[in-house]
């Protein structure tokens, strides 16, 4: 059973378009991370959320930390073939940095 | 420079075998971790060490065991290797050793694993 669950699994859309991701958990996390993996690489960190409510703006990419620091969403405005990749939320406890990952977002931009 | 390195990039093997991968970071970081990422994309911790602590997820059988000569390596030991022990393992480092969860951790390449 995932502690966190992201939504939707895949996606496919046309360049332009504008997409949301869904990361939702049952628990309270004390900062929420998402990280961007291409194939054959690990992944790499985009943003750290850790206030509830908080939203954060990365050029085309805006992150949003539910009031109640259980979930999150990553919506992308305008979104370009270079944005596909595989899309992880990753939540932490504080304790020993260990952090805990959704099933990741696998999105595919077209030209 | 690479930040997190791993070696090998594959590494193909038999059952029952004993084999161990190998991570180094130049970041200057205080704590290392183990990733196993499935055939699903799924990515699960599997160890969180720093010279202090060493953090184990209790799922992980103890036929995996994390080993780090100093702070700059962990290298990751797997005995008795088993079929579904294969997928794409990931060592990463972070800078704190208080154990932040906000800290930014650094991913290696990964390493893929194939056990036939």
């Known amino acids: 059973t995932q502690l966190l669950e992201q939504s939707p699994q895949f996606l496919s859309i046309q360049e332009g378009e504008n997409l949301t991701v869904y990361c939702n958990s049952s628990?309270?996390?004390?900062?929420l991370q998402w990280y961007r993996q291409e194939p054959g690489e690990g992944p790499v960190l985009l943003v750290t959320v850790v206030t509830g409510g908080e939203v954060k703006k990365l050029k085309r990419l805006t992150f949003q930390f539910g009031d109640a620091r259980k979930d999150s969403s990553l919506h992308i405005t305008a979104a370009q073939p270079g944005d596909t990749g595989l899309y992880l939320c990753?939540?932490?406890?504080?304790?020993?940095?260990?952090?805990?990952f959704g099933g990741g977002t696998r999105l595919m931009v077209k030209p | 420079d690479t930040a997190v390195s791993q070696t090998p990039k594959y590494l193909v093997t038999q059952m029952g075998n004993d084999k161990s991968i190998k991570c180094e970071q130049n970041l200057g970081h205080d704590t290392m971790y183990w990733y196993k990422q499935d055939s699903k994309k799924f990515l699960k911790i599997m160890f969180s060490?720093?010279?202090?602590?060493?953090?184990i997820n209790e799922t992980v059988p103890n036929r995996f065991s994390p080993k780090s000569p100093d702070k700059a390596h962990l290298n990751l030991h797997i005995n008795s290797l088993e079929l579904g022990d294969s997928a794409v393992y990931f060592c990463a480092s972070s800078k704190g050793l208080a154990g932040q969860s906000t800290d930014t951790q650094y991913f290696g390449p990964g390493t893929r694993l194939t056990v036939l």
């Open positions: 060490y720093n010279n202090k602590e060493l953090i």
């Open positions: 990753a939540g932490g406890y504080n304790a020993g940095n260990m952090l805990t």
């Open positions: 628990s309270v996390f004390s900062s």
